[in-house]
């Protein structure tokens, strides 16, 4: 009988993983995990300074190869370009965290009811929550196909694509000093990237490419007390999780131990969806 280390399964030594919005407050974390797992980690995101800063405190923490790269994951230039820079420095990728997204950069566009919603704003967050989706999959996930390899895709989405949100919530909640809501744009985005990964599971499982998704509940991240007691109160729980908690799933989804599993989702949201 084959002896099997079940805790050898989650070791991503020797692996490349590249992380899209790697700077964020959940993508920070899920970088941290696999750097801490073993993995050589590419931190992908808008800012060249804040990636090449945080990559060079991974790996001063873990040891691991760690390289930032500024890239727009909605420009096809610099999708490609940042494709070509993780397979000069690592010669192969394993593991793909397509973890970005966006509210833009005027949040009061962003917020706006639905009546009054522009087209330019929501192709603007599509072109990044869902084209950047499906632009860094596309050059990655070829590359995957291309080594023979196989390979794990995991996407990252959001309670909100799987349920509408309950807008009570939102009565006297504030976050980054302003009302929010969660707009139908997000919603729209989140859901397609549910549907996205389980198109990209069936077309590369002949290439043993594994493409799974993390579907996150609400994150603490600096709402006010209101928002967090109504959102509290509508989780089993009974609170918001913390970005901590996301990271075990994905390291899971990124390791062998999870080699039979692909076109699913797991989904971290302190049993909303239960009820």
């Given at each position: ?150 390979g794990s895709i995991i996407q990252t989405s959001s309670i909100y694509g799987m349920l509408a ?74 609170r918001m999780g913390k970005p901590d908690e996301m990271v075990a799933a994905l390291v899971f ?23």
């Amino acid at each position: 009988m084959t002896s099997i280390s079940y805790r050898e399964l989650f070791d991503l030594k020797n692996k490349t993983a590249v992380v899209t919005g790697g700077v964020g407050i959940l993508g920070k974390k899920f970088c941290d995990g696999l750097s801490e797992f073993g993995a050589n980690v590419v931190v992908v995101d808008l800012d060249k300074e804040k990636v090449d800063n945080f990559a060079k405190e991974l790996m001063n923490k873990y040891k691991n190869k760690c390289l930032g790269i500024a890239c727009d994951v909605s420009s096809p230039r610099d999708v490609k370009a940042m494709t070509h820079q993780v397979i000069e420095e690592f010669g192969e990728i394993n593991i793909l965290h397509n973890n970005a997204a966006s509210k833009s950069d005027d949040l009061e566009a962003f917020f706006a009811p639905f009546e009054e919603y522009s087209l330019e704003k929501w192709n603007k967050i599509m072109s990044v929550n869902l084209g950047g989706m499906f632009l860094v999959a596309q050059a990655i996930g070829s590359h995957m196909a291309s080594q023979g390899k196989g390979g794990s895709i995991i996407q990252t989405s959001s309670i909100y694509g799987m349920l509408a949100p309950d807008h009570r919530i939102y009565e006297g909640s504030y976050y980054l000093n302003r009302k929010i809501n969660t707009p139908a744009v997000y919603s729209a985005s989140k859901a397609a990237v549910i549907g996205l990964s389980k198109y990209l599971a069936t077309y590369w499982a002949d290439r043993n490419i594994r493409v799974n998704t993390l579907i996150l509940g609400g994150n603490e991240s600096g709402q006010n007390e209101t928002f967090k007691n109504n959102y509290s109160f509508r989780t089993p729980l009974g609170r918001m999780g913390k970005p901590d908690e996301m990271v075990a799933a994905l390291v899971f989804l990124a390791s062998e131990a999870s080699s039979y599993i692909t076109g699913q989702s797991i989904i971290i949201d302190g049993g909303l969806s239960a009820w």
